[in-house]
């Protein structure tokens, strides 16, 4: 469209141009940071002329400067009647920058509307700096030193982003809306974005993203760790009646779902250290942790291992990178193949036995091992994450408990005495096998109350009573009972036993054995009919 340079200024003395404003928000509060002012003109034939044909053309035909004023006056004024915390950033033209003036331009428009320029940031494009770039630092500087903050914006659009990026001091770096927009279907917009906040953060620079229409979008900006956002999704421009209502309008968190909370992490995490900071910490945790680490890509090949897994492996950390399982560990990897594979597809293999095989690195040892897949920003699975204890040493103390438990068990099946256990409340948990042998119960009917089922029923209440009476004092358990014998009537026993006392004073268990007192019993029932009958012996 072609603009006339005549009858444009005719329009700015009409007032026909005005400043728009549109949200800036924090992304991880959701809280409104401050507005972008943009440029609008309402033409009264034509309707609204969209800035990207009039600002070229107010560039190349000498009335940007008009404009600029024009609409700075009347943004800082609406700006002035906000809260103090509200920050606005403006938009300035690569000449403008090259004009000695500007932040005298500036400070003196702020003055007159009392507006703050601690509170504005000057968004330049990196076409801005043009060839002397000399001249625009020491402008650049000036305006910093009136408390400007300066943003590179459409970063990653032009074509030497990163030596503009050192040029000038950068507060900020706005990442272009087109990579934001592609960035959810587009892996590699998703790149770019990450990278781009990556470097934003490792400079020390805020990471403002511009164009976010979907909360899929704010969701993984957050996620990347980018600090600001803007776009439609948060409010579209809007003119300065409207301030007020914006200001005031409830905000949300960017979302409260689970991938927020995700987010949410990563984003903490990423405001207690620097990038290099938090990698060198990581790197430490990583190296020092007892268990082997690796991550593996997804043709299988080492893309990182810990120094316990190098060791575990017998293999220097620089002949696992970049090789495969396969070939660092040919013996093993048969055997470990299904588990990685399975990761890649997104399964997680929580715990693994793995007898190492006897050819290779410590043969014969037993690992145990845990795959989880790694996801990125979009859930796509890149890689498994493979943590690895050896276990040998566990393995080797429980094979030695088992067999000493074994003799423990054998020693006491050879004793007289039935063994038994019960909890404090008189439920059986353990008994010797010889209990089973003469009551002919079954494994599960003896455990709990079952056993009471053995007793004679004259025998079993009292029994009850005895045990309970105990269980109160602590005293030992002292009783005697007839247990049901299949095929071979009844037969007596003593059950004795004492308690087992926890740190905490309470009963943990009980101890005790049972003993066959029935030839006991026997002889002395016959004692006694002998003394009734023959009551002259002794005398
Ligand atoms: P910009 O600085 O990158 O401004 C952001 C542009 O993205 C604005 O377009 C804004 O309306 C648009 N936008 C904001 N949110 C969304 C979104 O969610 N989706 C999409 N698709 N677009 C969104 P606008 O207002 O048409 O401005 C276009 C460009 O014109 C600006 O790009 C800026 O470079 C320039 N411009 C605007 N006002 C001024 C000004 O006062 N001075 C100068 N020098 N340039 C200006
Ligand atoms: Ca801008
Ligand atoms: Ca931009």
């Given at each position: 469209?072609?603009?006339?340079?005549?009858?444009?200024?005719?329009?700015?003395?009409?007032?026909?141009?005005?400043?728009?404003?549109?949200?800036?928000?924090?992304?991880?509060?959701?809280?409104?940071?401050?507005?972008?002012?943009?440029?609008?003109?309402?033409?009264?034939?034509?309707?609204?002329?969209?800035?990207?044909?009039?600002?070229?053309?107010?560039?190349?035909n000498?009335?940007?400067?008009?404009?600029?004023?024009?609409?700075?006056?009347?943004?800082?004024?609406?700006?002035?009647?906000?809260?103090a915390?509200?920050?606005?950033?403006?938009?300035?033209?690569a000449?403008?920058?090259?004009?000695?003036?500007?932040?005298?331009?500036?400070?003196?428009?702020?003055?007159?509307?009392?507006?703050?320029?601690?509170?504005?940031?000057?968004?330049?494009t990196?076409?801005?700096?043009?060839?002397?770039?000399?001249?625009?630092?020491?402008?650049?500087?000036?305006?910093?030193?009136?408390?400007?903050?300066?943003?590179?914006?459409d970063?990653?659009?032009?074509?030497?982003?990163?030596?503009?990026?050192?040029?000038?001091?950068?507060?900020?770096?706005?990442?272009d809306?087109?990579?934001?927009?592609?960035?959810?279907?587009?892996?590699?917009?998703?790149?770019?974005?990450?990278?781009?906040?990556?470097?934003?953060?490792?400079?020390?620079?805020?990471?403002?993203?511009?164009?976010?229409?979907?909360?899929?979008?704010?969701?993984?900006?957050?996620?990347?760790?980018?600090?600001?956002?803007?776009?439609?999704?948060?409010?579209?421009?809007?003119?300065?009646?409207?301030?007020?209502?914006?200001?005031?309008?409830?905000?949300?968190?960017?979302?409260?779902?689970?991938?927020?909370?995700?987010?949410?992490?990563?984003?903490?995490?990423?405001?207690?250290?620097?990038?290099?900071?938090?990698?060198a910490?990581?790197?430490?945790?990583?190296d020092?942790?007892?268990?082997?680490?690796?991550?593996?890509?997804?043709?299988?090949?080492?893309?990182?291992?810990?120094?316990?897994?190098?060791?575990?492996?017998?293999?220097?950390?620089?002949?696992?990178?970049?090789?495969?399982?396969?070939?660092?560990?040919?013996?093993?990897?048969?055997?470990?193949?299904?588990?990685?594979?399975?990761?890649?597809?997104?399964?997680?293999?929580?715990?693994?036995?793995?007898?190492?095989?006897?050819?290779?690195?410590?043969?014969?040892?037993?690992?145990?091992?845990?795959?989880?897949?790694?996801?990125?920003?979009?859930?796509?699975?890149?890689?498994?994450?493979?943590?690895?204890?050896?276990?040998?040493?566990?393995?080797?103390?429980?094979?030695?408990?088992?067999?000493?438990?074994?003799?423990?068990?054998?020693?006491?099946?050879?004793?007289?005495?039935?063994p038994?256990?019960?909890?404090?409340?008189?439920?059986?948990?353990?008994?010797?096998?010889?209990?089973?042998?003469?009551?002919?119960?079954?494994?599960?009917?003896?455990?709990?109350?079952?056993?009471?089922?053995?007793?004679?029923?004259?025998?079993?209440?009292?029994?009850?009573?005895?045990?309970?009476?105990?269980?109160?004092?602590?005293?030992?358990i002292?009783?005697?009972?007839r247990?049901?014998?299949?095929?071979?009537?009844?037969?007596?026993?003593?059950?004795?036993?004492?308690?087992?006392?926890?740190?905490?004073?309470?009963?943990?268990?009980?101890?005790?054995?049972?003993?066959?007192?029935?030839e006991?019993?026997?002889?002395?029932?016959?004692?006694?009919h002998c003394?009734?009958?023959?009551?002259?012996?002794?005398?």
């Amino acid at each position: 469209m072609v603009i006339d340079t005549q009858e444009a200024r005719h329009s700015l003395e009409k007032g026909e141009f005005s400043p728009y404003f549109q949200p800036l928000i924090v992304l991880r509060t959701g809280k409104l940071k401050g507005f972008e002012l943009l440029a609008r003109w309402k033409h009264p034939v034509y309707g609204w002329i969209s800035p990207d044909d009039f600002i070229p053309a107010a560039e190349k035909n000498g009335w940007i400067d008009a404009l600029t004023r024009e609409l700075l006056r009347e943004g800082f004024a609406a700006m002035a009647a906000l809260p103090a915390e509200l920050t606005l950033a403006v938009n300035i033209s690569a000449l403008q920058l090259h004009h000695v003036n500007l932040p005298e331009r500036i400070q003196n428009l702020a003055e007159a509307t009392g507006f703050s320029l601690g509170r504005l940031t000057i968004e330049i494009t990196e076409s801005a700096l043009g060839a002397n770039v000399e001249n625009a630092r020491v402008i650049a500087n000036r305006l910093k030193a009136l408390g400007c903050k300066l943003a590179l914006d459409d970063f990653g659009t032009g074509y030497s982003s990163l030596s503009q990026l050192r040029c000038l001091p950068f507060d900020e770096l706005k990442v272009d809306r087109s990579f934001v927009h592609s960035m959810t279907e587009e892996r590699e917009s998703r790149k770019i974005v990450a990278a781009v906040v990556g470097l934003g953060q490792s400079l020390g620079l805020i990471t403002v993203a511009e164009g976010v229409e979907t909360q899929e979008e704010a969701e993984m900006l957050l996620w990347l760790g980018c600090e600001l956002g803007q776009g439609w999704l948060f409010g579209k421009p809007v003119p300065a009646a409207e301030l007020a209502n914006v200001v005031s309008a409830p905000r949300q968190r960017v979302s409260a779902d689970r991938s927020a909370s995700r987010a949410r992490r990563v984003y903490s995490r990423s405001l207690d250290a620097q990038p290099s900071q938090r990698f060198a910490q990581l790197r430490a945790i990583y190296d020092g942790a007892p268990v082997g680490l690796a991550f593996l890509d997804t043709k299988l090949r080492y893309i990182s291992v810990n120094r316990t897994l190098t060791e575990m492996n017998g293999v220097p950390m620089e002949d696992h990178l970049g090789r495969t399982v396969q070939e660092v560990l040919p013996a093993l990897f048969p055997k470990v193949e299904q588990y990685i594979r399975r990761a890649l597809s997104g399964e997680v293999v929580p715990g693994v036995e793995i007898v190492k095989p006897t050819s290779g690195p410590n043969p014969g040892t037993t690992i145990f091992v845990s795959y989880q897949p790694a996801r990125d920003e979009a859930g796509e699975v890149v890689g498994v994450m493979i943590s690895i204890v050896d276990v040998t040493a566990l393995k080797d103390e429980e094979k030695k408990r088992l067999e000493s438990e074994e003799h423990f068990r054998y020693m006491m099946e050879l004793m007289p005495q039935i063994p038994w256990v019960i909890d404090p409340e008189g439920r059986a948990l353990d008994v010797s096998q010889r209990w089973l042998q003469m009551t002919g119960m079954t494994d599960e009917q003896w455990r709990g109350f079952g056993w009471l089922d053995a007793l004679h029923p004259d025998d079993r209440q009292p029994t009850i009573d005895a045990m309970n009476r105990s269980f109160r004092s602590g005293q030992s358990i002292d009783v005697e009972y007839r247990v049901r014998q299949p095929g071979s009537g009844w037969k007596c026993l003593r059950a004795r036993g004492s308690a087992r006392v926890g740190a905490d004073g309470k009963i943990v268990c009980w101890y005790g054995t049972l003993e066959d007192i029935d030839e006991q019993k026997r002889y002395q029932e016959e004692l006694e009919h002998c003394a009734v009958e023959r009551p002259s012996i002794s005398a």
